[in-house]
T-cell receptor
Framework: DAGVIQSPRHEVTEMGQEVTLRCKPI?????LFWYRQTMMRGLELLIY????????DSGMPEDRFSAKMPNASFSTLKIQPSEPRDSAVYFC???????????????FGSGTRLTVV | AQSVTQPDIHITVSEGASLELRCNYS??????LFWYVQSPGQGLQLLLK??????LVQGIKGFEAEFKRSQSSFNLRKPSVHWSDAAEYFC??????????FGSGTRLSIRP
C-alpha cells in the first residue's frame, strides 16, 4: 500500500487566496483526520470523518476553513481566504476504526507545508 | 478531561547510550496509548501501541514502552540509541470512547 498520500507537499500562496489541500487515505480505512502542526500549538485535530461523514469539526479554527470527503478515497481541506497565521504543516491521517476511535492507531501522510505570505 | 503530558521538550543523549522519554496521561479508564516518531519533513510514524494485556510492549526500531497504571505513565525506552533515532517523539492517548490526543512532543538529539 502506498500509505496516506497528500498533495501538494509544499504550497506558497498570497494572503487572501484560496488554498486546497488534498488527501488520499489508505484503501479500506474508514476514518480520516486532518491535523495542523505549528511550533506554538503542536498537533491540533481540525476535523475527522467516519465513513465519509464529518463527525467532529470542533477543531476547525473558523469559517474560512472547510473540509469535504466526497468518497472513501479522497478528502480536501480548503482555506478561503488564507491568512499568514494559517502557515503550518497540515497532516492527513487515516485509520480503520469506528467513528474515529483509536482501535488501530492512525497512519499519517507526509504533510503539506503551507506558507501564506 | 483527557490529556497527555510530555515533560521533556528536548533531550540530548550520546550515541550508544540508553534512552527514556517520559509520558504521562490523564484519563479515568484504561487508555489506548501510542508512541509516534516524526523525522524532519515527514509525517508521524507509529512506533508502538498499548491496548491491553502485557504492560511492556515492543515496537519497531528497537523501542519498547511500559504502561504503569499506578503512575499514569507510558515511558518509551531504547537500550542503545543510534544517530538515526534523532527525531521528534510524540506520546498519544485515546480510549474506547474518544479520539487520540497527542502530547506536545519531545525532540531527541544524538551526541556523536
Amino acid at each position: 500500500d502506498a500509505g496516506v498520500i497528500q498533495s501538494p507537499r509544499h504550497e506558497v500562496t498570497e494572503m487572501g487566496q484560496e488554498v486546497t489541500l488534498r488527501c488520499k487515505p489508505i484503501s479500506g480505512h474508514n476514518s480520516l483526520f486532518w491535523y495542523r502542526q505549528t511550533m506554538m500549538r503542536g498537533l491540533e485535530l481540525l476535523i475527522y470523518f467516519n465513513n465519509n461523514v464529518p463527525i467532529d469539526d470542533s477543531g476547525m479554527p473558523e469559517d474560512r476553513f472547510s473540509a469535504k470527503m466526497p468518497n472513501a478515497s479522497f478528502s480536501t481541506l480548503k482555506i478561503q481566504p488564507s491568512e499568514p497565521r494559517d502557515s503550518a504543516v497540515y497532516f492527513c491521517a487515516s485509520s480503520l476504526g469506528t467513528r474515529g476511535l483509536p482501535n488501530y492507531g492512525y497512519t499519517f501522510g507526509s504533510g503539506t507545508r503551507l506558507t501564506v505570505v | 478531561a483527557q490529556s497527555v503530558t510530555q515533560p521533556d521538550i528536548h533531550i540530548t543523549v550520546s550515541e550508544g547510550a540508553s534512552l527514556e522519554l517520559r509520558c504521562n496521561y490523564s484519563y479515568g479508564a484504561t487508555p489506548y496509548l501510542f508512541w509516534y516518531v516524526q523525522s524532519p519533513g515527514q509525517g508521524l510514524q507509529l512506533l508502538l501501541k498499548y491496548f491491553s494485556g502485557d504492560t511492556l510492549v515492543q515496537g519497531i526500531k528497537g523501542f519498547e514502552a511500559e504502561f504503569k497504571r499506578s503512575q499514569s505513565s507510558f515511558n518509551l525506552r531504547k537500550p542503545s540509541v543510534h544517530w538515526s533515532d534523532a527525531a521528534e517523539y510524540f506520546c498519544a492517548s485515546g480510549s474506547s470512547a474518544s479520539k487520540i490526543i497527542f502530547g506536545s512532543g519531545t525532540r531527541l538529539s544524538i551526541r556523536p
